[in-house]
């Protein structure tokens, strides 16, 4: 949790917006979190927060739905309105944090969690969104190099059961090396351990989508039918899948 030199500081009511001080409510609405980090990232304005919300940003699965075309055509349909109808430039800093705030929103629900400012100021929050816009190149990155992993790590076919332990291994790699329909590898498909463990401490951002990933919902039955169709693909016409 982030601190403050001045000491703690009292839980702002949820209508509140605060710019230097750390949040420490925890029962902030969606829509409250939504205009506080609006505040955060420049949009001083209570009538620029409300239309952007009412737009299409009201709830956190508004967010999560979003994609960075969206913010695209959002911010083009702002700045085409005239001053009656609420025309809004967003300028190319604050579509850049718009679009970090949609992929911070999703991060939290690749690891099965929900999301929160609580303990967070302005500072903290931005750090945080330049992490989820990390995050986002890097599963760009990840799954344009998909196709030149999975080459280099295929698991073979599957000749015998006795072959399975090992032949395992190298299917995890494999799946490892496709990026899911959620952004998250495909390994998480097949992972060990069902219930999602997100308070322990990962390598890394990716290892603990793998472990965290929920396996419930539309992401995981179309991530569920590749990874069957791979190992499909793999023991078909052997012994083993005989």
Known sequence: MTSVENGPQLA??????????????TNLSEEAVTKQVLYWTGFRSDSNKNDIVDDGLQ????????SEEDINAMT?????????????????RRIKYLKAFTHWIRDFYRVSSVPSIAGLSEESFKSQMDRAASRAIVRKNMEKQTKTSAEAAPPGPLQ???????????????AKAHIGASGVPLSYVIRENDQPRPTINYPDFVAKTIACAPLPGEFYDADKTTVFNMIVSFTTGKSSGD
Do not use: C
Not at 12 to 25: F, K, N
Not at 59 to 66: A, I, L, T, Y
Not at 160 to 174: A, D, G
């Open 76 to 92: 083009t349909s702002f700045a085409n309105r005239t001053a009656v109808n609420g025309i809004i430039f967003l300028g190319t």
């Open 59 to 66: 709830s956190f699965n508004d967010v999560k739905m979003m």
């Open 12 to 25: 702002p009511p949820a209508s509140y917006l605060v710019r230097d001080h750390v949040i420490t409510a």
């Open 160 to 174: 015998k059961e006795t072959q399975w332990k090992h032949w395992e291994e190298k299917f995890t790699n494999y």
